[in-house]
């Protein structure tokens, strides 16, 4: 029986854990022969570009543990599974940048690590903004750091190591403002 290319026949999880599981499939490759993919098996993450009425913008300067680094960062965050990606959006924009949006403009979504997971990211352009307090988890150092948004783009693009998620956030925020589209 002649099986569809690329079509799983076995999963088994090797690694899980709160945020993600590590996984082995077997599958069909184009040539009808058996294969091996290991992957990160993500449920999403979400994003938000704050801007406030004055054209201003929020920028947070993360810590991250991994890297060792400080990084300019839109907000963002990962999901759970089953979880609404708007929801977890603007739960992030609450938390890290202490800030409620009235005004919530879907600007699309991109695979952040194509060949090693299938985690989906959705950004969102978030508007009528009220500041509140940061909400950080224990294993999160974040500042809120309000600019012009020329001054953003610069600083996002100029670091000498940048966050690529924030970056795939303004390529489709470009995208957005391209197709006719007012800040």
């Known amino acids: 029986m002649d099986r569809a290319p690329f079509s799983r026949l076995q999963r088994e999880v090797l690694v899980q854990n709160p945020w993600?599981?590590?996984c082995r499939d077997r599958y069909v490759q184009s040539d009808g022969?058996?294969?091996?993919?290991?992957?990160?098996?993500m449920p999403g993450s979400c994003g938000a570009i704050p801007v406030?009425?004055?054209?201003?913008?929020?920028l947070l300067r993360v810590h991250r543990y991994l890297l060792g680094a400080d990084f300019w960062e839109f907000p963002i965050g990962g999901m759970q599974a089953g979880e609404d990606p708007l929801a977890v959006a603007k739960k992030e924009l609450h938390e890290?940048?202490?800030?409620?949006?009235?005004?919530?403009?879907?600007?699309?979504r991109f695979a952040p690590y194509k060949g090693?997971?299938?985690?989906?990211?959705?950004?969102w352009l978030a508007r009528g903004l009220r500041e509140d307090a940061q909400d950080l988890e224990p294993s999160e150092r974040i500042t809120v750091h309000r600019m012009p948004f020329a001054?953003?783009?610069r600083v996002l693009i100029d670091q000498e190591c940048s966050d690529g998620q924030s970056l795939a956030g303004l390529v489709l925020?470009?995208?957005?403002?391209?197709?006719?589209?007012?800040?």
């Open 20 to 22: 993600h599981r590590y």
């Open 33 to 41: 022969s058996e294969g091996v993919y290991y992957y990160v098996d």
């Open 52 to 58: 406030f009425a004055d054209g201003s913008t929020v």
């Open 96 to 108: 890290e940048a202490g800030l409620f949006a009235e005004e919530w403009t879907p600007l699309g």
């Open 116 to 123: 090693v997971s299938n985690e989906i990211c959705h950004y």
């Open 151 to 153: 001054e953003a783009r």
């Open 173 to 183: 925020l470009d995208r957005w403002l391209a197709a006719g589209n007012q800040l």
